[in-house]
């Protein structure tokens, strides 16, 4: 139902411009009309991204690391998206600068920010936020930096990246080559949003295994079990789950569950027995009213114009004089 799609994108306020898209044109095929699909392909990406990348999420992750000041929330997903790659290098830059204190004159690099998704073409603020979030994966030192970066720096960069998803991530979101991002073009900016998107949901919402908040701390997979999928089930139960108990135990043995046989007190006992005795009473009262003679005949029509119509008895002498 090509119109419902249409309708569910503009309910989430994504539309679509293009004035000559209609459900005729999508369910043309001879010929596919592939500019018309193509356009609905990217308005589901944009909703993807706008749906995983909220900025009250993004800002709530970013404060989570960030010694940045309460700030109001991104206008919309992409700047929230751009604002969590900066504070994720910033907060790298403040590691390295941490670590080069107690080792010398160690070279920090210049992460610079970014205000624009043209300026990630060098992958260098792509692979800082991996190295912030996965230091084991990928060292900050593999990074290569420079103040005019050359293609084969960018494209050495962007196969960092690109390993990384390959080969760390339970699953590829890296859907694109190197080249596609280091020579940005306005049809790859889309896919680019929903990279970010990608990887804010593998390393924030459902972080990886190879995902540490500190390079020091342990692995979130030794404190909270994940799934094949990377899902952690018991991020929120710091403490072991007590076990439901059997309200069941006392049943007896015939029953499916395990117990002991219930036993009843001596006066529960006593007052059961009473009430049998006495409903053993009345049924045998109303049994005996109920009794059948064998010898006594069962009355028939013949018999009663035989027989008197009752006893006679007395009433003449007592008969007193009537008013009639």
């Not at 009355?299 to 007592?318: F, N, Q, R």
């Amino acid at each position: 139902n090509n119109w419902g799609v249409l309708q569910v994108l503009a309910r989430k306020g994504i539309y679509i411009n293009d004035a000559h898209l209609t459900e005729t044109v999508l369910i043309q095929t001879n010929p596919i009309k592939l500019g018309a699909h193509v356009s609905v392909m990217e308005a589901l990406m944009a909703l993807y991204a706008k749906e995983v990348a909220t900025p009250d999420r993004v800002l709530a992750a970013v404060q989570r690391f960030s010694q940045a000041h309460q700030r109001p929330p991104p206008a919309d997903h992409e700047q929230a998206l751009l604002l969590w790659v900066n504070e994720a290098n910033l907060a790298l830059r403040e590691r390295i600068q941490q670590e080069a204190k107690g080792q010398g004159d160690v070279p920090v690099p210049d992460l610079k920010r970014v205000s624009d998704l043209n300026e990630l073409c060098d992958g260098v603020s792509l692979a800082g936020l991996i190295a912030f979030y996965c230091p084991e994966e990928l060292p900050w030192r593999s990074i290569t930096v420079n103040k005019v970066p050359t293609v084969s720096d960018r494209v050495r960069n962007l196969l960092l990246v690109h390993d990384f998803c390959l080969n760390s991530l339970p699953f590829t979101v890296f859907h694109m080559m190197p080249e596609d991002i280091s020579y940005m073009r306005g049809s790859m900016r889309p896919n680019l949003i929903v990279f970010l998107a990608d990887m804010f949901n593998v390393l924030e919402i459902h972080p990886a295994k190879c995902v540490r908040f500190d390079k020091g701390a342990a692995l979130l997979t030794e404190a909270y079990p994940r799934n094949s999928q990377g899902v952690a089930h018991r991020r929120c139960l710091p403490q072991s789950v007590s076990a439901i108990p059997d309200l069941r135990s006392s049943l007896d043995s015939n029953s499916s569950f395990s117990g002991s046989p219930m036993i009843a007190s001596p006066s529960l006992k006593k007052s059961h027995s009473n009430h049998q005795t006495e409903t053993h009473i009345e049924i045998s009262k109303s049994e005996e009213s109920f009794v059948v003679h064998r010898g006594r005949g069962v009355p028939t029509l013949s018999s009663v114009i035989h027989e008197a119509a009752g006893k006679p008895t007395h009433w003449e002498d007592t008969r007193r004089t009537s008013y009639a």
